[in-house]
């Protein structure tokens, strides 16, 4: 066995922790969010770009600076992969089971990082919104 971890993570989880993907941050962006869990310590930070094609609005870019565990780390880089491009009806939708099935899967102590992971794009496009409506 070359990596032990992976008794406990799937080679996706690995692989977004390892290699995370939209990490970062959007100068003036148009929504964004902190959420954290006080338990775990884990707290995530996600940044998004809205553009609209006609009478839809997608996600143009999406980023996040995460602080907590691999899990943490990989359910906000798959998050961040699965919207980014979609439309925002389509994106809300994403949840944390369409997190937890794109890792392969989440050990059950670690399935708040999907959750996280959720609340947050939700509420950088709530951000957004509330933005849009001044």
């Known amino acids: 066995m070359d990596n032990p971890f992976e008794i406990i993570y799937s080679k996706k989880v690995m692989n977004h922790f390892l290699h995370p993907k939209n990490v970062g941050v959007i100068k003036n962006p148009d929504g964004e969010a902190t959420v954290g869990n006080p338990v775990c310590g884990d707290v995530m930070k996600f940044y998004i770009k809205v553009e609209k094609k006609g009478k839809e609005e997608y996600l ?62 939700k509420k950088a496009i709530i951000d957004y919104r509330k933005k849009k409506a001044v």
């Open 60 to 121: 143009k870019d999406i980023k996040f600076q995460t602080l907590g565990c691999g899990a943490a780390i990989a359910t906000s880089s798959i998050m961040t992969v699965l919207v980014k491009g979609k439309p925002l009806k389509d994106a809300v939708k994403i949840g944390k089971k369409a997190i937890i099935e794109a890792l392969g899967g989440l050990p059950p102590a670690k399935v708040h990082c999907s959750v996280l992971a959720d609340t947050a794009l």
